[in-house]
């Protein structure tokens, strides 16, 4: 399963290239009129004072999840200031740091208060997701080691591809918590993620010339 989806991965990096790196050289010193996703509202609004508000098992599941999620797309951005070529996805890059680095600490203050565990950072770096037992969108080790290999336009179009997939296994992540959660603050950003991140996704693919 790992080989064949590689395999799967590289076919569609490849059969993007052409079309992504003519579309991010066209627009690549102009910021434009991109998508803007602020930093999710509960993640400045909320924080770990509310001990005594009700929680449940998914809650914990969410925030536990969602923080080694949220680190690895932090990673992946961070290349992005010295490898991209585009202006545009440095900008993104940029985005998505400001939004997710504040959620990560507003969630791990829910876990503090809550007594629960919180993920150490870097303590989940890639996982195989082929056979479904990793998280939703997550890279593996060589997925992210090809990446820091990439430069210029070749990087724009993998980080692209790449951030695509994780925005969709976050966006599906906060889907459960919004169904299945309890504890306000967290359902009030999962909801923020699933809007921040799905405008994030169309923005990637006007990007990659898939729009």
């Keep these: 399963m790992r080989t064949t989806r590689t395999l799967i991965r590289r076919a569609a990096l490849v059969a993007v290239a052409a079309t992504a790196a003519l579309t991010l050289a066209a627009c690549g010193g102009d910021n434009g009129d991109s998508a803007s996703s602020a930093p999710a509202s509960a993640s400045s609004t909320t924080g770990a004072g509310s001990t ?25 951005a961070g290349l992005a200031a010295d490898r991209a070529s585009s202006a545009r996805v440095k900008d993104l890059a940029a985005r998505i740091e400001k939004a997710q680095d504040p959620e990560i600490r507003t969630m791990s203050g829910w876990l503090t208060s809550w007594g629960e565990d919180v993920p150490a950072s870097g303590s989940m770096p890639g996982m195989d997701h082929s056979d479904g037992s990793g998280m939703a969108g997550m890279m593996d080790d060589k997925d992210m080691a090809e990446l820091k290999k990439m430069s210029g336009t070749d990087f724009d179009t993998m980080f692209l591809t790449m951030m695509v997939e994780h925005h969709k296994g976050a966006v599906t992540m906060a889907g459960t918590e919004k169904d299945k959660g309890e504890y306000g603050p967290a359902t009030a950003m999962a909801d923020d993620v699933v809007t921040a991140q799905t405008a994030e996704i169309a923005e990637m693919n006007k990007l990659l010339g898939k729009s």
């Design 52 to 76: 005594a508000a009700a929680h449940n098992a998914q809650d914990v599941t969410f925030a536990q999840g969602m923080i080694p999620h949220h680190q690895q797309a932090l990673a992946m």
